[in-house]
Nanobody, 124 residues
Framework: VQLQASGGGLGQAGGSLRLSCVAS????????MGWFRQAPGKEREFVAV????????DYGDSVKGRFIISRDNTANTLYLRMNSLKPEDTAVYYC??????????????????WGQGTQVTVSS
């Protein structure tokens, strides 16, 4: 699967941004999809994951209740709606795909394909 992330940019604390990730190659509808992020000087962090049909989701503790992961299998697109942004959400955000269906994966090593990353910067 080839992945292309977009939608990053500058946001304000308390505001919202939406990231998109368009997939091509292997059928998107069969892939578990996830979002990760990496802030400067820190390790890559799990953000969210969604199963192939969109019915099961899981979130990292730092974004739970603020971020929403979703997907449109007809458009081969994964989304991340980021609400109530905080300066600590500043990072490069990556989308990734996995063929693991159960349980929903959270580890980087479980995801085989990665997008190029999109920068999100949140100002206070």
């Amino acid at each position: 699967v080839q992945l292309q992330a977009s939608g990053g940019g500058l946001g304000q604390a308390g505001g919202s941004l939406r990231l998109s990730c368009v997939a091509s190659g292997r059928p998107f509808r069969t892939e578990t999809m996830g979002w990760f992020r990496q802030a400067p000087g820190k390790e890559r962090e799990f953000v969210a994951v969604i199963n192939d049909n969109g019915y099961r989701k899981d979130y990292g503790d730092s974004v739970k209740g603020r971020f929403i992961i979703s997907r449109d299998n007809t458009a081969n697109t994964l989304y991340l709606r980021m609400n109530s942004l905080k300066p600590e959400d500043t990072a490069v955000y990556y989308c990734a795909s996995s063929q693991i269906r159960y349980p929903l994966p959270r580890a980087e090593k479980s995801f085989a394909s990665w997008g190029q990353g999109t920068q999100v910067t949140v100002s206070s």
